[in-house]
């Protein structure tokens, strides 16, 4: 069971992007808003980010990086984070999962799990 002074939960909703896809060559571009929810007791801050992408070819990009937006916010306890952000997918179906890598302000360096969410072109799930 988790240590609940290190609870941090994440909720994410995605929309596709028809302007900025180009379907005829396989690009299709969507947006998600992340919410970061510090449910926990500690301040936490996020330090970076580690994303699995997958497209509907089984094809795997996975990405690394400082902060997210170029920012690493202190969460306090009761308080939430949103931002949003974007990629671009060679199939009209994917899902992105990852993690967080969380620092709490007394220390203790933990993950917060980001659950698979599913990016689809509408009518492409029946």
Request: glycine fraction near 10%.
């Amino acid at each position: 069971m988790s240590d609940p002074r290190y609870q941090i939960d994440v909720s994410v909703v995605t929309h596709y992007l028809p302007e900025q896809s180009q379907p005829e060559e396989n690009r299709f571009a969507f947006s998600y808003t992340v919410t970061i929810n510090n449910n926990g007791q500690v301040p936490a801050k996020l330090l970076s980010r580690h994303w699995i992408i997958t497209n509907g070819d089984g094809r795997v990009q996975e990405v690394r990086g400082a902060g997210v937006i170029g920012q690493q916010p202190l969460i306090t306890p009761g308080h939430r984070y949103s931002y949003s952000s974007g990629t671009v997918m060679s199939s009209r179906v994917g899902t992105m999962q990852g993690s967080y890598q969380m620092l709490a302000e007394d220390g203790k360096r933990f993950d917060a799990l980001i659950a698979p969410f599913r990016l689809a072109v509408p009518g492409s799930l029946h």
